[in-house]
């Protein structure tokens, strides 16, 4: 149990037994809760078999809606033999609870390309971004209808409009290889983390629900780290955002192996650390480069009011994090590297449902797991 919470329990007298039974249930529900961290196990039979020889490419994305549906947005990276033996998947997938397919959609003409992030706003329109792209688009929930646009295609905030160019974390109408968005459900504001790989924007943006630009903030350096040159733009990813209950923005500072807290008007917080464990017992090898990536990949919260559990992908060590999001403290984990049920091959992106379940998706080239599986709660909490 967290030393540092403390719980009282009111004293009941001793003639009201029901009552003095009640409190006591309570209260060790309460204590219970404050000592276990929730425990997770794969779900192997979620998702069901895919229709019509389906293969997914790099599973860039998931989200999930008001009704527990599960949305993947998948990237067509098929190998050859893939190719040959199967057929590529939409973009956009929809499961339902169950794991079944519920709707597919999407064109990958006119979809961002790298297709990297979606989120389900509290309108149930579905939001995408693209890694390799400048710009982002939100669709109707069946995916029939394009709703809204910020950016335009093949136009980047760089120094010479490319995704070749130099970032210029600038642009009021677009972006340069925007990663994440969430949506602020008490107003519509659009908030884009514009940055997926060094050398790309390393901003966060804000737009109004009409796609009207309003602010924006970069990671926060110390002083301290700005000298170390730990500041410099190569080390500025913001690899996700989310807004949290508490009405703070959270977001992945992915080669900074942590969560960084603003907010919403891009005053920082805090930070919360996301350390990295050394696994290998094997010296260098040639074309070996350690820790390529960083340790806060996305995140996501639990589903009770106080969000008091924060998930975190850990791409790093291949596992998902489970975090105290007041304190920081990270209470346990779950997953590993591997390629069997329940392992991970570059874990990228994850979503919570209403029941805490977690769905991670497997991203990265040829070698990445390319999937997306279920984590279902069995404990704690």
């Not at 979620?46 to 293969?55: E, F, T």
């Not at 997926?196 to 924007?201: A, L, V, Y």
């Not at 209403?354 to 997306?372: F, I, L, T």
Request: one cysteine or more; hydrophobic letters at 35%; glycine letters at 10%.
């Amino acid at each position: 149990m967290n030393d540092n919470v403390k719980l009282t329990c009111p004293i009941v007298a001793a003639p009201a037994a029901a009552l003095a039974m009640l409190f006591m249930i309570l209260c060790t529900h309460a204590l219970a809760a404050q000592g276990n961290p929730p425990k997770y196990e794969v779900d192997p039979s979620w998702p069901r078999p895919l229709p019509n020889k389906w293969v997914t490419g790099a599973v860039s994305g998931v989200c999930t809606d008001a009704q527990d549906h599960v949305f993947i947005v998948n990237r067509g990276n098929l190998t050859e033999n893939e190719l040959d033996s199967g057929r590529q998947a939409p973009p956009v997938i929809e499961f339902d609870p169950q794991g079944n397919v519920a709707n597919s959609w999407g064109n990958r003409e006119t979809l961002p390309e790298g297709l990297h992030g979606c989120f389900v706003d509290y309108q149930g329109n579905v939001w995408i971004a693209g890694s390799d792209d400048t710009f982002i688009q939100k669709y109707s929930h069946d995916g029939s209808k394009v709703l809204l646009q910020i950016g335009q295609k093949g136009v980047a905030d760089s120094s010479d409009g490319t995704i070749q160019g130099i970032a210029l974390n600038s642009s009021h109408t677009g972006f340069y290889r925007p990663s994440a968005i969430t949506v602020d459900p008490s107003n519509g504001d659009v908030y884009v983390a514009d940055g997926e790989e060094p050398g790309s924007n390393h901003r966060v943006a804000v737009f109004d629900r009409n796609g009207r630009f309003l602010r924006q903030w970069v990671l926060h350096r110390t002083k301290a780290e700005m000298e170390a040159g730990e500041g410099d733009e190569f080390m500025q990813v913001p690899h996700c955002v989310a807004i949290g209950n508490d009405g703070l923005v959270y977001v992945c500072d992915r080669r900074g192996d942590r969560v960084q807290v603003f907010d919403k008007m891009g005053t920082f917080q805090k930070d919360i650390l996301v350390p990295y464990e050394k696994r290998s017992q094997n010296g260098p090898r040639l074309g070996h480069v350690p820790r390529a990536w960083g340790t806060v990949e996305w995140l996501g919260f639990s589903a009770d009011r106080m969000n008091r559990f924060m998930y975190v992908v850990n791409e790093d060590n291949e596992q998902v994090d489970i975090l105290d999001r007041s304190t920081g403290k990270v209470l346990s984990t779950f997953g590993r590297a591997g390629h069997q049920v329940g392992g991970f091959t570059f874990a990228h992106t994850l979503a919570v449902d209403s029941k805490n379940n977690v769905y991670v998706g497997e991203a990265g080239a040829e070698e990445a797991g390319n999937r997306v599986q279920k984590f279902k709660l069995i404990g704690g909490q």
